[in-house]
Antibody
Framework: QVHLQESGPGLLKPSETLSLTCTVS????????WSWIRQSPGQGKQWIGY???????HYYPSLRSRVTISVDSSRNQFSLTLTSVTAADTATYYC?????????????WGQGALVTVSS | DIVMTQSPATLSVSPGEGVTLSCRAS??????LAWYQQKPHQSPRLLIY???TRATGVPARFSGSGSGTEFALTISSLQSQDFAIYFC?????????FGQGTKVEIK
């Protein structure tokens, strides 16, 4: 059974860059789409973007200017970078695997990583 | 963006009772809808995809229905492990959006 685990700093200051990595175990990154999703306190979940194992990406429009998602197939990892963070970026960040086809759902999720942005 | 609206926000239910949760899309999404279950301190679990197909290992007491803009998740007889938050998610126009969730709590 596939397992996803987020890792990265939990506390950032405004204007800093958020960097998280998702390590996939029990399965291969190859052939699939992988997403980052976040949930701010008291809010619903927000899709941030995905990366295909080949490196193709697609981002949520309002975050596109600040987001980069990349994949490292050799390490079975994919990563999220979000620049110029503000308090509004405080959230639990999840990595998730899309189902194989069509890749419209998320069939495996990480536990989530809480990231707080505060001065 | 396609906005997903879930109702109610909270449902108080006794074990053994049935319950139906609602999810409405701001525009038609055909059957591009999934339901998830999330318990405290756990990762979300895919229950239903394509509006009505149960994911692998999901008990038959969970069923999904609907198409277009109106969708429902029915749990036929609530068991203790079913008390959780349920949220819907759609895929449309190249984007994925989520409902706010419905908390099913013990009455």
């Amino acid at each position: 059974q596939v397992h996803l685990q987020e890792s990265g700093p939990g506390l950032l200051k405004p204007s800093e860059t958020l960097s998280l990595t998702c390590t996939v175990s029990g399965g291969s990154i190859s052939g699939l789409y992988w997403s980052w999703i976040r949930q701010s306190p008291g809010q619903g979940k927000q899709w941030i973007g995905y990366v295909f194992y080949s490196g193709e990406t697609h981002y949520y429009p309002s975050l596109r200017s600040r987001v980069t998602i990349s994949v490292d197939s050799s390490r079975n990892q994919f990563s999220l970078t979000l620049t110029s963070v503000t308090a509004a970026d405080t959230a639990t960040y999840y990595c998730a695997r899309h189902n194989q086809w069509p890749p419209h759902w998320f069939d495996s999720w990480g536990q989530g990583a809480l990231v707080t942005v505060s001065s | 963006d396609i906005v997903m609206t879930q109702s109610p926000a909270t449902l108080s239910v006794s074990p053994g009772e049935g319950v139906t949760l609602s999810c409405r899309a701001s525009q038609s999404i055909d059957t591009n809808l999934a339901w998830y279950q999330q318990k405290p301190h756990q990762s979300p679990r895919l229950l239903i995809y394509g509006a009505s197909t149960r994911a692998t290992g999901v008990p038959a007491r969970f069923s999904g229905s609907g198409s277009g803009t109106e969708f429902a998740l029915t749990i036929s007889s609530l068991q203790s492990q079913d008390f959780a938050i349920y949220f819907c998610q759609q895929y449309g126009n190249g984007l994925y959006t989520f409902g706010q969730g419905t908390k099913v709590e013990i009455k």
